[in-house]
């Protein structure tokens, strides 16, 4: 089982959509990721929380918000995307970054989203 | 710009041989990690390597790194159809007072019974 919970599993929305993705955990980790995964290729990184604060944005169109609630949640809002947007997104986190960048990300099972 | 390059992207193998998944990176970085990827599954770690040299082992699958060169293998022993998946490999950047972590560009295995 994994220490990282995502939900939706699936979800399908439509260009006008808002809808939201939800991460958490309880590791006691304080940096928490968002990536973004195409078919046969590699996690691509959209944004960095590291003790709650927005550290790294990769120039992540508006349409996608991130939130990070407290040290445990983090969020994804999305409004207004767009068929090419359909993707695996997955959330994951490691240690506080200060203590060391030994840590591998823990990754949740992931939100399988298709844009319509 | 970073890039982290593996190879072969894909490799087709019988079980019971033996081989080798390179991944070259180009940033100085001291820390790499192995990912695998099941088809429609999420990401498991397979091993973290801290130091130039370091050497790591877990059953079949063997990790090593050479931070002078940039270069990390994973070396498969007499393959079994269970490791039919999609390797990554993965290194951090210092960023904004945090890391990044930067994925290769996978390698998918096939062993073939």
């Known amino acids: 089982d994994t220490e990282v919970t995502q939900t939706p599993k699936h979800l399908v929305m439509g260009m006008t959509n808002k809808k939201s993705l939800k991460c958490e955990q309880h590791?006691?980790?304080?940096?928490m990721y968002w990536y973004k995964q195409k078919a046969k290729k590699p996690p691509e990184l959209m944004f960095v929380?590291?003790?709650?604060?927005?550290?790294i944005n990769e120039s992540v169109p508006s349409r996608f918000s991130p939130e990070c609630p407290n040290s445990s949640l983090l969020n994804l809002h999305l409004h207004a995307l767009q068929p090419e947007d359909s993707a695996l997104y997955l959330c994951?986190?490691?240690?506080?970054?200060?203590?060391?960048?030994?840590?591998?990300?823990?990754f949740g099972n992931g939100t399988r989203l298709t844009v319509t | 710009e970073l890039k982290v390059e593996q190879n072969p992207l894909f490799l087709s193998m019988q079980e019971g041989k033996n081989y080798t998944i390179y991944c070259n990176y180009s940033?100085?970085?001291?820390?790499l990690y192995w990912y695998r990827q099941d088809p429609g599954k999420s990401l498991e770690s397979l091993f973290v390597?801290?130091?130039?040299?370091a050497v790591k082992q877990e059953g079949r699958l063997m990790a090593s790194l050479d931070t002078k060169a940039r270069l990390s293998t994973l070396h498969i022993t007499a393959a079994v159809h269970d490791l039919s998946a999609t390797y990554f490999c993965?290194?951090?950047?210092?960023?904004?007072?945090?890391?990044?972590?930067?994925f290769g560009t996978g390698t998918r295995l096939k062993v073939l019974a």
């Open positions: 994951a986190s490691s240690q506080a970054p200060q203590s060391g960048h030994n840590s591998p990300l823990h």
């Open positions: 590791m006691g980790h304080r940096a």
């Open positions: 993965a290194v951090t950047v210092p960023t904004s007072g945090t890391y990044k972590y930067i």
């Open positions: 929380y590291s003790y709650e604060k927005l550290s």
């Open positions: 390597l801290l130091s130039n040299g």
């Open positions: 940033t100085t970085s001291d820390r």
